[in-house]
């Protein structure tokens, strides 16, 4: 089952890429759409795995770059 988001719920980063196959394009909108993080949270940034837009993270997320 897919974890309720508007509820409390302890699913980690492995489990939701499992249940949620088009994550990767969202973590790209995401960090395209907010590159700052404004909207993101602890719990976000752990469990979604948002790339920011520096080149570190070029080489995991490299249609970002």
């Keep these: 089952h897919r974890p309720h988001w508007g509820k409390l719920f302890t699913t ?3 489990r ?3 249940l949620y196959p088009r994550l ?6 995401a960090a ?4 700052e993080g ?5 719990y976000l940034d752990r469990v979604l795995v ?3 837009l520096c080149c570190a993270n070029a080489a995991f ?3 970002l770059g």
Excluded: C, K, W
């Design 12 to 14: 980690d980063a492995a």
């Design 16 to 18: 939701l890429a499992e």
């Design 24 to 29: 990767p394009q969202l973590r790209a909108l």
């Design 32 to 35: 395209r759409l907010d590159p």
């Design 38 to 42: 404004v909207l993101r949270n602890d």
């Design 50 to 52: 948002v790339p920011t």
């Design 61 to 63: 997320f490299p249609s």
